[in-house]
């Protein structure tokens, strides 16, 4: 079956810092990618999604991924982080007309 | 923009009671999907509708059914409540035709006492 691991659970970053979430995924074939942010008690919200096409892929709140068939990764960036980031984010693969989602890594800002 | 309507926000059951939560997906979507959120955990998929028909099932209990109704809002029906079930649920859609980019609700938090 087709997933996607999240090997970190937990990363801090201070603020303005750069910013690395790892995804890896198992498929054989291109998958379909996505990457979610959770705040606490909310709901999930897509941050961009990768089909096809150009590997690197700009998402909202200045966001990106790039997606690297040699490493099956797809790895969430950004340059510069706030503190207003902090929060859960989650990769997600489609498998079957449904996401299936990585465990998660938390994120926290340290001022 | 009309986005994922989930009710109620916040639920609190007793053991063995019954609950039922409810999805209102954008204007549109025939496609709803139902995760579930365990404390500290991923959201775990449990049941999909298209069309008002299931079209996939999860890891969902038989104590749960749900259904999708002809104005396309989707209920999920839990019975015989356990303190195992509290989490939060999702419910997700999309147009299901080749645009597989799901918008979530901000989900239904049930706690069970």
């Known amino acids: 079956a087709q997933s996607v691991t999240q090997p970190d659970i937990h990363i801090t970053v201070s603020e303005g810092a750069s910013l690395e979430l790892r995804c890896n995924y198992s498929?054989?074939?291109?998958?379909?990618l996505f990457w979610y942010v959770q705040s606490p008690g909310q709901g999930l919200q897509l941050l961009l999604k990768?089909?096809?096409?150009?590997?690197l892929v700009q998402g909202i709140k200045g966001f990106e991924a790039e997606f690297k068939r040699s490493q099956s990764s797809f790895n969430l960036r950004k340059p510069s982080v706030h503190w207003s980031d902090a929060a859960e984010y989650f990769c997600?693969?489609?498998?079957?007309?449904?996401?299936?989602f990585g465990a998660g890594t938390i994120l926290r800002v340290k001022s | 923009a009309a986005g994922v309507i989930q009710s109620p926000r916040h639920l609190i059951k007793e053991k063995r009671e019954t609950a039922t939560l409810k999805c209102y997906p954008i204007?549109?979507?025939?496609?709803v999907y139902w995760y579930q959120q365990g404390p500290g955990q991923d959201p775990q998929f449990l049941i999909s509708?298209?069309?008002?028909?299931?079209?996939d099932k999860g890891s969902i209990p038989d104590r749960f059914s749900a259904q999708q109704f002809s104005d396309y809002h989707s209920e999920l029906n839990m019975s015989s409540l356990e303190l195992g079930d509290s989490a939060l649920y999702f419910c997700?859609?999309?147009?299901?035709?080749?645009?597989?980019?799901?918008?979530f609700g901000q989900g239904t938090r049930l706690t069970v006492v």
């Open positions: 997600a693969t489609e498998y079957g007309n449904k996401l299936v």
């Open positions: 990768y089909f096809s096409g150009d590997t």
């Open positions: 509708f298209y069309e008002k028909m299931q079209s």
């Open positions: 204007p549109r979507h025939d496609t």
């Open positions: 498929y054989g074939a291109t998958p379909y």
């Open positions: 997700a859609s999309t147009t299901g035709q080749g645009d597989t980019e799901a918008f």
